[in-house]
């Protein structure tokens, strides 16, 4: 009998235990979100080779635009945070924090001009230079973090007009006290011809900001023939306007379950 006990309790020892089930609902730290997506931006050598692959892609538009000519000089557009510089580091912040975003610390952030370069941009915007190509910068910074953008643009070697302002913020003008950088992007466009717009957000290149996940989408297809040739956009994993349909106003821990809910599986 004492063999026979034994016997049961290393079969019992050996059968495969159920798994426990996956959880349903997120927990409640929503800086999490963040994680991967940040450290991906900050530590993957893919980021940086997407990055780079990107520029070098734009800098051949603008090769080809300088050689083609025309009667208005040559200009490029580029959005700003997640274009041009690296906003990690807040978003290190915001995890530690259990949030995502935080506008007084945002505006801490944007005052110490500390934000690093983007993988490729310098060089793009280097060559750009040489070239007599010149260089807008079109964000949905406030007019009144101008000062400390310009200042960590500058900081990195990026290009300012001296001749005119290059850095085109929202609410420098009146009509451009809007999330809508088409005013902005049509202006420049009104006074040069547009060789390359760069950016990280569909926004950056068409309105998109009130279209359904089913209209984005259409609005990619639709332009299909700027993607690589004039327009370029790098990867941002962390935010953007793609969240919107998602999310729908939601905030904090209802948001993350709602995007792992949204998730293909």
């Known amino acids: 009998m004492r063999y026979l006990a034994l016997a049961l309790v290393l079969l019992t020892g050996c059968a495969t235990v159920p798994a426990p089930p996956l959880p349903t609902t997120a927990p409640c730290n929503f800086g999490l979100a963040l994680v991967n997506a940040s450290l991906w931006v900050q530590l993957a050598s893919e980021y940086d080779a997407s990055a780079i692959q990107t520029y070098n892609a734009a800098r051949r538009a603008v090769d080809a635009s300088v050689v083609a000519g025309g009667e208005k000089p040559l200009a490029v557009i580029l959005d700003v945070d997640e274009t041009v510089v690296d906003n990690t580091a807040f978003e290190g912040r915001m995890v530690r924090k259990g949030i995502t975003y935080d506008k007084t610390d945002w505006q801490q952030w944007v005052s110490e001009s500390r934000a690093k370069a983007i993988p490729g941009a310098a060089e793009f915007l280097a060559h750009a230079r040489a070239r007599g190509v010149t260089p807008f910068f079109i964000t949905n910074r406030d007019v009144s973090e101008e000062p400390a953008t310009r200042k960590n643009l500058e900081t990195l070697g990026y290009p300012l007009g001296t001749a005119e302002d290059t850095l085109l913020t ?14 902005r992007r049509e202006w420049v466009a009104s006074r040069y011809r547009v060789a390359a717009v760069l950016g990280d957000d569909l926004n950056d290149f068409i309105d998109a900001h009130s279209a359904s996940q089913q209209e984005r989408d259409a609005l990619v297809a639709r332009n299909a023939a700027e993607w690589g040739s004039r327009w370029f956009i790098l990867p941002n994993p962390m935010y953007g306007s793609w969240e919107s349909p998602i999310l729908e106003g939601t905030k904090e821990c209802t948001a993350l379950q709602k995007k792992i809910e949204a998730l293909d599986r």
């Open 170 to 183: 929202k609410g420098e003008r009146e009509e451009w006290n809007t999330s809508d950088k088409s005013g």
